[in-house]
């Protein structure tokens, strides 16, 4: 056996541990919905004050970041509850669901959103003072009109171009009625146009107006215009007319208005748009649907409700075959669509690569055939302006920088699906705040920040772990028999007690234990009664002290009053133990608090504030 000493190739393991010094930053952080949320929304927030009984401070919240905090608190994707730390213990908790309870608590109507106006966390205000300076936004869907709102609460003047004879963008024109009721956008985007945005409706840009006319009557132009157009598919017989594409179905039918189909369709897809087309076609007549994709059920890029209602709703799916050409009979008429089983979609190098099964083609008897496999740009806006050359179009949006949302030319910005591909509204809404930043700077020189301060306040290590058992419930929806006779939405609300057993599933994300090295006797009593094993003493020489900005050496240096950097690994040792925590697995349950004899562990509750500054 080698000898560890006398042996050079022989390497001894040391475990070394990278840490952090936690700051006010940090703690803001733990607050993992709320750094889940493009916007910084603060689910906690609201949720404990749901659960406090206090639900107009609770809709306060959930609208001070979000001037469409009604629409995503019934349709949003909802990226904070996958952040949500509960959903590392059993099931995340139902952020989305919960914001919909205090949405509908405090009203849908013209009125209320007018109301909501007072509680953005905006800069500015709702009477401002006009700064003389003139913005004209793009479409009207969420990233144009949240630009407007951030805007005109700075005194700009925003005029708004918009192709359709409604506000609302996709959110109108793209989300079906059964999952969101037109009446609810359209009065949101009313409260800004009664903020000060006018709004030309029918007004199309290439068509109606050029790009050129707007930069020669604004200050700065947005393009929101959003991805108005279905991809087409390469396959011998798509390219008919009779071949519905899903983006331009929805636009009608999602507006109530009638298009005829035949009684069996074929979708061609597997992703939310696809399911939306599925799910309309069977409300609009269609005695089946069945969907073809690639992907496998692991794969497809469907939210899982969006799958799960289908399936209940009647709707056939059948994945891992790929669509090869559309049949039809001697006068032109769809029969069926000709497909092919796959084995395998990606090459070894994890590229879009798929692979048939040979001799197994077969055919899909249907009358109509919907295409939904991809959103693509209308690039007409760019007819008649005269630096269209000057705007670069990469993989079919253009290219916008991030966080500024400026294009490659000067004035001219972009935001929402046309600028960074299909995303979620509730990025798009983030995509106007960044650009009406932007615009702000670039056009009065501000250079706006978010200054944050925080109250520590110890409490009671003794919590209530009802919140640990509370189980896991979704809102009731529709049974799938009535909902697929009507175009009304589905999801059902919360009931007040659903809403409040629900909101005490939080973890409260902003309690921290915090130790005190000066008290700790290190007998190691919160370790061993962690029940997530988050905690650990480690001794000062296995930390990485070497972190690129010196954080922790000069916190060793500075508590102990030495020189870590000269000193050898045993004199680190010497020195003692440091606490280390995972905050990916801590449940703030207080067990440390209340085992430590010393009270070393104290349980922290933070409180933070911020305003704009700039």
Known sequence: MADEKSDPTFEVYKEIYDVTIPDLDYFIRQIDCRDGCPVKTDGRGYMLALHSGNLLEGYKIARGPNPFASICGIICGAPCEISCRRDR???????????????????????????????????????????????????????????????????YQVDVYEMMRMPGGMLVYGVPTYRLNNEIAINECYAIEHLGAKIYYNMKVGRDITMSELQQRYNAVFIGIGLWKSRELPIPGADAPDIIRGIEYLRVRCAEE?????????????????????????????????????????????????????????????????????????EGNITGLR?????????HLGRFSPRYVPESQYVIPCDTIALAIGQAMDVSFLDGWDKKDQLKIERGIIKTER???????????????????????????KHGQEAARAIDSDLR?????????????????????????TPWSLPTMQPPSIRVHNTNMVENNYTSEEAHQQSVRCLQCHISPVFDGELCIKCNGCVDVCPCNCLKQIEISKLNLDLGDGSMRKAVDNFYGVDSASMSDEELASMGTAMLKDEDVCIRCGLCAEKCPTQAVTMDVMDYSFRWIG
């Open 258 to 330: 009638e298009w005829k189909i035949r009684q069996h369709m074929v979708v061609i897809g597997g992703g939310n748009v696809s399911y939306d087309v599925a799910r309309t076609s069977i409300r609009n007549g269609a005695k089946s649907v069945t969907m073809v994709c690639l992907e496998s059920r692991d794969e497809q890029t469907a939210d899982e409700f969006e799958i799960e209602d289908g399936l209940e709703e009647g709707i056939k799916i059948i994945n891992r075959v790929g669509p090869i050409a559309v049949e039809r009979d001697a």
């Open 403 to 429: 966080e500024t949302c400026r294009t490659t030319v000067p004035g001219v910005y972009a935001g929402g699906d046309a600028a960074f591909g299909p995303a979620l509204f509730i990025t798009g809404i």
């Open 89 to 155: 213990v059993d099931k995340t908790l139902t952020i989305r669901a919960q914001k919909r309870y205090l949405d509908e608590w405090f009203g849908f109507s013209k009125e209320a959103h007018v109301k909501s106006l007072e509680y953005s966390y905006a800069r500015g205000s709702t009477k401002p003072t006009s700064n003389g300076l003139r913005v004209a936004c793009i479409g009207a869907g969420v990233a144009s009109l949240t630009c407007a709102h951030d805007l005109l609460r700075l005194g």
């Open 445 to 469: 020189g501000t250079k706006p920040y978010q200054e944050f301060s925080a109250e520590f306040t110890e409490i009671s290590p003794h919590r209530d772990k009802t919140y640990l058992h």
């Open 339 to 347: 497909v092919q089983p796959i084995y395998s979609l990606f090459d």
